[in-house]
Nanobody, 124 residues
Framework: QVQLGESGGGGGQPGGSLRLSCAAA????????MGWFRQAPGKERDFVAG????????YYVDSVKGRFTISSDNAKNTVTLQMNSLKPADTAVYYC?????????????????WGQGTQVTVSS
């Protein structure tokens, strides 16, 4: 089982930036794709961005395309979500997840391990 820990959440202003990081432990022998999901109050957890093990494929929900960038460093076992041009609608708990099949797909059901989440609040 992979242990995931998110960091970098907090408060941001509309139009500002935040950078989320996720550190993975216990990935020996696994080639995980990684994803970021978010859950706003009273809503379901939704896909935000994903990246394949190789880093060659990335996926984004339409609402964050052009604003968010996912990247990974497999040597350091980290995945990062750079969030720019923040909007109040980005307010949510953000979760990092690992997909042992390596795809980093949009389907949350394909992810095997999840972090505890980090709160992001965007307000003026």
């Amino acid at each position: 089982q992979v242990q995931l820990g998110e960091s970098g959440g907090g408060g941001g202003q509309p139009g500002g930036s935040l950078r989320l990081s996720c550190a993975a432990a216990g990935r020996t022998g696994r080639n995980d794709g990684m994803g970021w999901f978010r859950q706003a109050p009273g809503k379901e957890r939704d896909f935000v961005a994903g990246i394949s093990w190789s880093g060659g494929r990335t996926y984004y929900v339409d609402s964050v395309k052009g604003r968010f960038t996912i990247s990974s460093d497999n040597a350091k076992n980290t995945v990062t979500l750079q969030m720019n041009s923040l909007k109040p609608a980005d307010t949510a708990v953000y979760y990092c997840a690992a997909d042992r099949l390596g795809s980093g797909s949009r389907d949350g059901g394909r992810y095997d391990d999840w972090g505890q989440g980090t709160q992001v609040t965007v307000s003026s």
